[in-house]
Structures are given as C-alpha cells and as structure tokens.
C-alpha cells in the first residue's frame, strides 16, 4: 500500500487505461487515494468496466471516459471530465500508444502518420490539455519505451520515431511549465507484459514474452504494475524535485551485455 498522502483526493487523467500500463496505473493511484478519469478508445478490445472494477476494489474512485488522443476537441474534454466530476486536475499520464509492425519498404506515409498521431502526437494533445487546467504544482508523465529512445527494432521505425520524440516533447514540457510548480517527465519501460506486447502478430507474443525474460538479468518481463508504481513516484511529492528526465523501468536489460 501506497502510503504517501500528500496523493489522497488529488485527480488525475490517465489515457489508454482499458488495460496494461493505464489499468495498472489508475489502480496504483486509487491505493493512494488519487481519483482518476479512466481514458478508453471506443476502437479498443478491453473493458474499461475491468479497470473501474479493479479499482474500487482498492476502495478507488474513478470514472470512465472515452477519448481519442488523434482528436484535439475528444482529448479536451476528457480533461474536462476531471474539472466537472470533481472541480479540479493535479496529474496527467499520457499513456495511450498503438503498435504496429511494418517493414521500412512497405511502410506507407498512412502507416507512418497514424502511429506518429497517437504515440507522439497525442501525448502532446494530452499533456497540453492538462496543463491548461491544472493549478498550482502538479505532475504529468509521459510513456515512452525502450524502443527509440535506448535500442532500435526492425520493422517499428515509425513507433521508434515517435516513442524517441516523446522525450524530447517531455523535457520542453518540463522546461515551460517548471515557474508553474508543474513537473514533466517520462517513463522508458523495457519489455513489459501487456495486452500491447502479447500480440504475437505485432509484437512479441507469449512464448516471445518468456525468451525475452531470459535475456534480462532479473529472468523475467515486467508486469504493468511495476510500470504504474514509478509513474505514482513520478506524480507524487516524493518526486518534486525532479522534472525532465526519463527512467527507465526494465529490469536491467538495456544495462546488460551477453556475454
């Protein structure tokens, strides 16, 4: 349990929280008694009744409501949701992302523009739209992967882009809004289990889940939840000095070398 309670009754937006790194999140923070406006995609296969759920049985409070981080007016009023459910924003977590695998020679400028729109793009939408409305200190995380910013992977040029571009947006971020008393950072996560990285068409897949373990010094993946407790740091007061960086949450892999 997460005892810190400069977190309690504090409000926060989490995009993309139907499942994986967002499901875990919101929960982290209802443990801490930070209520949360649970961000689903209407095109999205996961219940967001299942995030909701998990959270009240944490004793959270929490909403659910749809945005499409493509859309500038749908992400504005996601936030707004904070501002008319409980009068007030603290944190924001754009976590929303999409991965799709494409070869460089087939990769369309569609493919391109629509993985750049939401995994760059609409980090910026939603950070943007909750530093209008938080006042005072307030926090924003961003979600970003080791794919970009630390290793390269063949056939994801587009997400490596665009995944390395959020860091770059988050420490602007974090430049301009540090008079305010507002933080920006990022979170870098290595090989996570989600919904996203059990895909085995897209991504790796279970049994490409449980190779991969092995490659990382701990022995095993990450779980979302491990994820959601350095963004709940990140957020919180324990985390107030610390503003335009990035951490990296991945078991070690990207400081091992095979031998």
């Known amino acids: 349990m997460f005892a810190l309670n400069e977190l309690q009754d504090k409000v926060a937006i989490v995009t993309g929280a ?83 695998r494409h070869a460089l020679s087939e990769l369309t400028d569609e493919a391109w523009d629509g993985t750049v729109d939401v995994d760059l793009t609409g980090v910026m939408r939603t950070l943007r739209a909750a530093a209008k409305r938080v006042e005072g200190p307030g926090s924003l995380v961003s979600v970003s992967s080791f794919i970009g910013p630390i290793y390269g992977w063949a056939e994801y040029a587009h ?60 022995g095993r993946v990450g779980t979302a939840s491990e994820v959601a407790s350095v963004i709940r740091f990140l957020l919180s007061d324990q985390s107030r000095y610390i503003t335009g ?5 991945d078991g070690g892999l990207t400081t091992y070398m095979k031998d």
């Open 18 to 100: 139907a499942s994986g790194i967002g499901r875990a999140t919101a929960v982290a923070l209802a443990e801490a008694g930070t209520k949360s406006v649970i961000g689903t995609y209407a095109g999205d296969p996961h219940d967001p009744e299942q995030t909701l759920k998990a959270v009240h049985q944490v004793g959270g409070t929490a909403v659910i409501a749809e945005v499409d981080v493509r859309s500038t007016d749908s992400v504005e009023a996601f936030a707004e949701t904070a501002l008319s459910q409980w009068g007030r924003l603290d944190y924001g977590v754009a976590n929303a992302g999409v991965l799709r």
């Open 245 to 249: 960086q990035a951490l990296v949450v």
């Open 159 to 218: 997400y490596s882009a665009a995944k390395a571009g959020v860091l770059g947006l988050s420490r602007a971020v974090a430049v301009e809004l540090a008079p305010r008393g507002v933080r920006s950072n990022a979170i870098i996560p290595g090989i996570i289990e989600t919904p996203q990285s059990s895909d085995p068409v897209n991504s790796l897949g279970p049994d490409g889940l449980t190779e991969a373990g092995k490659e990382i010094p701990f």
